[in-house]
T-cell receptor, first 112, second 112 residues
Framework: GENVEQHPSTLSVQEGDSAVIKCTYS??????FPWYKQELGKRPQLIID?????GEKKDQRIAVTLNKTAKHFSLHITETQPEDSAVYFC???????????FGAGTQVVVTP | DAMVIQNPRYQVTQFGKPVTLSCSQT?????MYWYQQKSSQAPKLLFH???????NEADTPDNFQSRRPNTSFCFLDIRSPGLGDAAMYLC???????????FGPGTRLTVT
């Protein structure tokens, strides 16, 4: 089955700096890669996703890149703000498959 | 405008006493999922329904059951809760398998 590894497990950044979280996946058939942000005690919220037919997607301060050959994808947050502090989960899935395989999560702390 | 609703938000049950958690959705999505999330861990898929078709994960204990009486509602039944079942239970929906999943706010289950 699919296995998703996520690094780092914790990330501390100064406000205004960039943050990068990396994930690798094992199943070359996976074609959908969402990123979720989860604040303490709240639901996971989809912040951005990418499908395997594109290599990069951007939404304001967040971007995701996908390298299908290497089977890895990354989340980039620029100009970080204290409200970006949360746990971020990457995940992988494939069309017709009812399962999101999550990475272990990255605790991001943005210090003012 | 709540799209995925879970009730109750907090549930306390006694060891061995059956408990039912509820999820409803206004999105008319075909797929509904139940996840278990323990502290500092990624959500773990228990099972999902694609329409009326039930799909159990191989490692989901028999203690966990689910019902989906119609498109809008899905229930999680825990027949004999143990202390290890204390967790956040998240319901999610998606239009089809492999599409974006939208999470409900979760039910925090405490077992005494």
């Amino acid at each position: 089955g699919e296995n998703v590894e996520q690094h780092p497990s914790t990330l501390s950044v100064q406000e205004g700096d960039s943050a990068v979280i990396k994930c690798t996946y094992s199943d070359s058939a996976s074609n959908y890669f969402p990123w979720y942000k989860q604040e303490l005690g709240k639901r996971p919220q989809l912040i951005i996703d990418i499908r395997s037919n594109v290599g990069e997607k951007k939404d304001q301060r967040i971007a995701v890149t996908l390298n299908k050959t290497a089977k890895h994808f990354s989340l980039h947050i620029t100009e970080t703000q204290p409200e970006d502090s949360a746990v971020y989960f990457c995940a992988a899935s494939k069309e017709g498959w009812g399962k999101l395989q999550f990475g272990a999560g990255t605790q991001v702390v943005v210090t003012p | 405008d709540a799209m995925v609703i879970q009730n109750p938000r907090y549930q306390v049950t006694q060891f061995g006493k059956p408990v039912t958690l509820s999820c409803s959705q206004t999105l008319n999505h075909n797929v509904m999922y139940w996840y278990q999330q323990k502290s500092s861990q990624a959500p773990k898929l228990l099972f999902h329904y694609y329409d009326k078709d039930f799909n159990n994960e191989a490692d989901t204990p028999d203690n966990f059951q689910s019902r989906r009486p119609n498109t809008s509602f899905c229930f999680l039944d825990i027949r004999s809760p143990g202390l290890g079942d204390a967790a956040m239970y998240l319901c999610a929906t998606s239009r089809n398998r492999g599409n974006e999943q939208y999470f409900g706010p979760g039910t925090r289950l405490t077992v005494t």
